[in-house]
């Protein structure tokens, strides 16, 4: 039976590697993985982080690209 794995990526370092999933379960380990999509790429990160900071920090990158170039319609009547 193949185990699935899931694609994680080290706030240390910045690398992305295939892992089993009980990984994230591992206490000391979960503080410098987080869960990405397959298809991620290995990136270059400014300072290392724990997992925590990481996902607030991207959260809020993300939040930010995605509202930017958008304008929202409001209806007055």
Do not use: C, W
């Not at 706030?11 to 991620?40: C, R």
């Not at 809020?60 to 007055?76: C, I, M, V």
């Amino acid at each position: 039976m193949a185990q699935t794995k899931i694609t994680v990526r080290n706030t240390i370092n910045g690398q992305v590697a295939k892992v089993d999933p009980s990984l994230l379960d591992n206490p000391h380990l979960a503080k410098h993985y987080v869960l990405v999509e397959d298809d991620a790429k290995p990136m270059p990160l400014m300072k290392p982080t724990t997992a925590e900071e990481f996902v607030s920090r991207r959260g809020k990158r993300e939040k930010k690209t995605s509202t930017e170039g958008t304008t929202e319609k409001t209806e007055e009547g």
